[in-house]
């Protein structure tokens, strides 16, 4: 059912204690608070819910637990619990007196996620922009001079290796097995296990004869194991089918194989090869960041994130980021500033698309294309003070998930650090002219005395 619409509370609580009464108001997340619009949000995400049954949380708590989640680099686990403690949290999150207990289950937050999807999500970026444009710290000609690049938001998963991944295959798939009542010749876990070491420790040891051997053996094992089920399954359940289906898979692919399984809790996970040399390859998905060129009072802030599956080539990713842009949005850009690797974009703006190194520009636009690579250090933050860098979120609608909310995050963050910022600054105005005022009154008396 949709989620009751908030109703302010003015009244006083005999036993409890109004948020408003024991925190301070300029504090920068009480001021953020003031500045989203929050009946626009609640009527954007309302539309999620059904007619019936039990109401639904309130929006704005959800909203605020994630935003404040990505904010702060927080897991689900972690803000709820720093929900109860901190009052500010409470405060952000629409509540009126402070709350001893979290009045939700933790996994509520992940049913929502799923239930508005990603695309909804783009809502709570677009928010945070006008959040900046009302606080003057963003510019509304920020927004028609952009930058474009990609970068790999990698998942959660171990480096995958054939030997890791058979063990896996064959763990994995003796235990659905036996959950549904087949009962196996041999499991081979045991035997499994000790193979993987010492796979590892011949490797280690420089021994490849030894070690391909040993690999040899647990791709016999993992055989073995498949075809002791498949004549034992007269039908399989939808558990065992997606085991059965994985376990032949990794069974049958090869080394040089280009779609291989990398991940058996992840196999939406692709192999990505960048170019690094610190970093060959990265395992997860490519994202697409567009970001403000000129460094706005506030910063450079994210104006679209978003995951691309199927390792698509750099240049063909320019068209959709541009078209999906310009329709949440609603602003053409009038400047498009990409590096070298957007060679062949097909985008319908090929005139305002600068690429890095280009010659026989504009005076201004040169000027601007080396702002280009501040783009670079952006996703520096995006990795290591957000999610972007190791994403928990499952399957591939995880991945567009924390794509977005990576780039909500980071506009918050710029946020509050420009609230914080220019509230010193006005508070050291005011510090200043008292002083000069107080100056002033003892010269006045100085002179006086002395006369």
């Known amino acids: 059912m949709k989620p009751p619409k908030p109703e302010k509370n003015n009244q006083q609580d005999l036993f409890r204690q109004r948020l408003d009464n024991i925190i301070n108001m300029k504090h920068e997340l009480v001021l953020l608070s003031h500045g989203i619009d929050w009946p626009r949000l609640d009527t954007h995400f309302g539309q999620f819910f059904s007619q019936n049954g039990r109401p639904g949380i309130p929006s704005r708590m959800m909203i605020g637990l994630h935003i404040l989640k990505h904010t702060f680099a927080l897991s689900d686990e972690e803000v709820c619990a720093r929900w109860v403690e901190n009052p500010y949290f409470q405060y952000f999150c629409g509540e009126t007196f402070f709350q001893h207990d979290f009045p939700i289950e933790r996994s509520s937050m992940t049913h929502w996620r799923k239930r508005v999807g990603d695309e909804a999500l783009n809502v709570l970026l677009q928010e945070s922009l006008f959040v900046a444009l009302k606080a003057k710290a963003l510019k509304p000609q920020d927004l028609t001079k952009i930058t474009v690049d990609t970068t790999v938001q990698e998942k959660a998963i171990t480096f995958p290796t054939d030997a890791k991944l058979h063990y896996k295959a064959i763990e994995r798939l003796g235990e659905i097995a036996k959950d549904n009542g087949i009962v196996l010749r041999q499991s081979y876990v045991r035997v499994a296990k000790q193979t993987l070491i010492m796979?590892?420790?011949?490797?280690?040891?420089?021994?490849?004869?030894?070690?391909k051997k040993s690999m040899r053996k647990l791709h016999t094992y993992l055989g073995r194991l498949i075809r002791d089920v498949e004549?034992?399954?007269?039908?399989?359940?939808?558990?065992?089918?997606e085991a059965f289906l994985k376990a032949k898979r990794i069974y049958n692919q090869k080394t040089k194989d280009t779609h291989k399984l990398l991940s058996w809790h992840a196999p939406e996970v692709e192999c990505i090869s960048k170019g690094k040399p610190h970093k060959p390859y990265e395992f997860g998905c490519k994202v697409s960041i567009i970001s403000t060129v000129n460094p706005s009072k506030g910063g450079h802030f994210v104006l679209q994130s978003?995951?691309?599956?199927?390792?698509p080539y750099d240049g063909h990713t320019l068209k959709e980021a541009i078209d999906q842009y310009v329709e949440d949005t609603g602003i053409k850009p009038k400047r498009i500033y990409v590096d070298k690797g957007y060679r062949g974009h097909d985008t319908s703006l090929k005139l305002h698309v600068f690429k890095a190194g280009q010659k026989r520009l504009a005076p201004q636009i040169k000027k601007e294309l080396k702002r280009r690579s501040a783009i670079e250090p952006l996703i520096g933050h995006l990795k290591n003070d957000g999610h972007l860098g190791r994403n928990y979120l499952k399957g591939r609608l995880g991945d567009k998930i924390n794509a977005v909310f990576s780039g909500i995050g980071h506009n918050f963050r710029l946020l509050l650090r420009w609230i914080r910022n220019l509230f010193v600054f006005i508070l050291a105005l005011i510090l200043e002219r008292n002083f000069s005022s107080l100056h002033l009154n003892l010269l006045q008396q100085n002179l006086k005395w002395a006369s």
């Open 231 to 241: 004549r034992k399954a007269f039908e399989m359940g939808e558990d065992l089918l």
């Open 306 to 311: 978003a995951a691309l599956h199927g390792n």
């Open 199 to 211: 796979v590892g420790r011949y490797r280690h040891a420089k021994q490849m004869k030894r070690a």
